[in-house]
């Protein structure tokens, strides 16, 4: 504890006493933090535009067409399916979801959403916020994703205008907003959504697909009795159901276009910034201590324990990476205030959280080096024989 | 008769170079008593600076004895061996000196931190001394804020602050001007002989012997002429003895 006391001592007054230069490293960890929360921010931001909706599900498991390689896009199932789904034992509810795009135009500036059929009640279709959900058959009502409705200035009871090319036509179409549901946007567009029969209506199709009126949908939520047996039930649906397979909810996620890739890429460049963060540390405190040799070597010979100068060493990085990481976070809050809502940058408590202790990780990691030298350096250095 | 504060038996430090046995300190001995201040001085490479390691625990001897305030230093692990530095040692060095980020007086009041014995009595005791040697208006001063005659009394306030019984000195002048020189050593003569420690200095200067007691002149490693009375080390410091 005396050692302790005394390295606090040391550390703390050498910090206070040179205010400049640790300052100076102090705001490029800020830097560095600013970087990595930014990062992960927008880590965060772009997964939660791709995977929201997914990952909101009311459901354990995800089926789709066999073969289609869990892809979304690729998966268009029998529209039997979903009743099949639904009499397998262990099953509690399964709802369809259709999807597709298209393209608000009745706003100042047209704005492009997923478009998305489902079922009012079933997995599928998230939980109102507020108004009600949308009648069944062909009702021309949609519930809207309450961010757009907030950054469009639209409201229960509005009317919205969607354009649709319908074979080699564009065609328009009306809708009346009944209700609203927390952010779910999917695919990096914002979400409206419609019963079946009018999504099978008011969707972008093609000359051939004109013909028809049976709405196909591509995947069906799937919501378990036991949502822990994820792993059993998926056997057992693919045993009963025909011409399926079957993912939970994280391998669905993950094998939305693009979205492995982006994370990876994303995260790649957090684990980069980390690494110059400790060779920028590291590279500092090695300077600072090849300095303080002869110092050093004072501070042993007149009776100091390596345990007050490593821990000394040690204290130094924690309060300057401390500062650092303090004035970065804020630094961050500050900017982000600033930046508008298009920006996709979501500060996740977790994942900030661990990019913070990451952060405050690498200042004793980076200067590792430079505390072993520190260690290692010989009392001998105060006189001219070290 | 005061105690015998250092005693140094048969000391022997080789050193290997190369294949070749290098005789650093070659089977000296003597013994320093509390209130006495001893120079060691010769020629560069006479082993001085190696012969003050040993004395400061810092070095271990091939063979031989040092009994500081009676402990045998050939006894000691590493860890007692800093406590012996902490509690039974002062040092002033020839350069880098203070912790240059401490002022003059928390650098004076470090030992006794050390020592965890830094309380209001010490505090006192710790600004008395520094104004003994004329340093009552540098007390806030930090090392780069002083001269190096200051800086140099900062350290011998620091050497002394904790009542060790031995204080060593590695050419406490080098880096001072003749007049500042004589000013610090002399202070220090005083200081030695007042708070009764025993005092050892390894200087080149021999104009400084004037303030000792006791001159050891080291060649080669061996310990070759001891001066004893005023008037040789009198006639050493001006020259007039050739040494």
């Not at chain 1, 704005?111 to 599928?124: F, M, T």
Request: charged share 20%; glycine share 8%; aromatic share 6%.
């Amino acid at each position: 504890m005396k050692s302790f006391f005394l390295a606090t001592y040391l550390a703390v007054k050498e910090v206070i006493r040179n205010k400049g230069r640790f300052l100076l490293v102090a705001l490029v960890i800020a830097l560095i933090t600013l970087l990595v929360l930014f990062i992960a921010a927008l880590g965060e931001g772009l997964a939660n535009g791709n995977r929201q909706y997914v990952a909101n599900l009311d459901a354990q498991l995800v089926v789709f067409l066999e073969k289609s390689d869990y892809s979304i896009s690729a998966s268009r199932l029998d529209t039997n399916t979903v009743k099949s789904v639904r009499r397998v034992d262990g099953v509690a509810d399964a709802g369809p979801i259709y999807t597709s795009n298209t393209e608000i135009v009745s706003l100042p500036e047209p704005l492009k959403v997923s478009l998305l059929g489902a079922e009012a009640g079933r997995p599928g279709m998230p939980p109102i916020l507020e108004g009600r959900a949308f009648r069944g058959g062909e009702a021309r009502e949609a519930v809207m994703d309450r961010n757009v409705a907030l950054r469009s200035n639209l409201q229960i009871g509005d009317m919205i205008q969607i354009r649709s090319t319908q074979g080699t036509n564009d065609e328009f179409f009306d809708l009346e907003i009944v209700g609203l549901v927390d952010g779910q946007s999917y695919f990096f567009q914002p979400t409206i959504f419609v019963p079946a029969a009018t999504w099978e209506k008011i969707r972008p199709q093609s000359e051939a697909e004109l013909a028809s009126d049976t709405p196909y949908p591509n995947i069906v939520a799937v919501k378990l009795v036991d949502p822990a047996q994820t792993d059993a039930m998926s056997v057992r649906l693919v045993d009963k159901v025909p011409n399926i397979e079957v993912a939970d909810i994280a391998t669905t996620i993950n094998t939305i276009p693009g979205y492995s890739a982006q994370q990876g890429t994303v995260q790649t460049q957090g684990v980069f910034t980390l690494l110059i963060g400790i060779l920028v540390i590291g590279g500092f405190f090695q300077i600072q201590i090849l300095q303080k040799v002869p110092q050093i070597g004072v501070l042993k010979a007149i009776g100091s324990s390596n345990a007050v100068v490593g821990l000394s060493a040690v204290i130094q990085i924690i309060v300057v990476t401390a500062l650092g990481v303090g004035i970065g976070g804020t630094m961050t809050y500050l900017f982000s205030l600033g930046f508008p809502p298009t920006i996709p940058l979501v500060f996740n408590g977790t994942r900030s959280l661990f990019a913070v202790i990451l952060l405050l990780l690498i200042g004793p990691f980076g200067g590792m080096v430079s505390i072993i030298y520190a260690v290692r350096i010989e009392p001998l250095k105060a006189l001219r024989l070290g | 008769m005061s105690n015998i504060a250092l005693e140094v038996r048969d000391l022997v430090k080789t050193f290997d170079l190369d294949g070749t046995t290098i005789n650093a300190v070659d089977d000296v001995s003597f013994q320093v008593r509390s209130g006495e201040f001893v120079a060691l001085v010769g020629p560069s490479g006479s082993g001085k600076t190696t012969m003050l390691s040993i004395l400061a625990a810092l070095l271990t001897p091939t063979s031989g004895r040092v009994l500081i305030d009676g402990e045998d230093l050939a006894q000691m692990n590493e860890k007692r061996r800093v406590k012996l530095r902490r509690e039974k040692i002062g040092f002033t060095f020839q350069s880098n000196n203070l912790i240059p980020y401490l002022t003059a007086r928390e650098n004076v009041e470090f030992m006794l931190r050390l020592n965890n014995t830094l309380d209001r009595t010490g505090r006192v005791r710790s600004d008395e001394l520094l104004a003994r040697l004329g340093l009552s208006d540098r007390l806030h001063n930090l090392p780069a804020q002083m001269s190096g005659g200051q800086q140099q009394r900062v350290a011998i306030a620091r050497a002394l602050i904790h009542n060790p019984a031995v204080v060593l000195a590695d050419e406490p002048t080098a880096s001072l001007d003749t007049e500042r020189a004589f000013q610090v050593v002399e202070t220090f003569a005083h200081l030695i002989h007042e708070k009764e420690r025993a005092g050892i200095m390894v200087t080149h200067d021999l104009r400084m012997c004037q303030y000792v007691d006791r001159v050891l002149q080291m060649q080669d490693g061996k310990l070759v002429r001891e001066y004893k009375s005023r008037k040789e080390i009198r006639e050493l410091a001006l020259g007039v003895l050739e040494h």
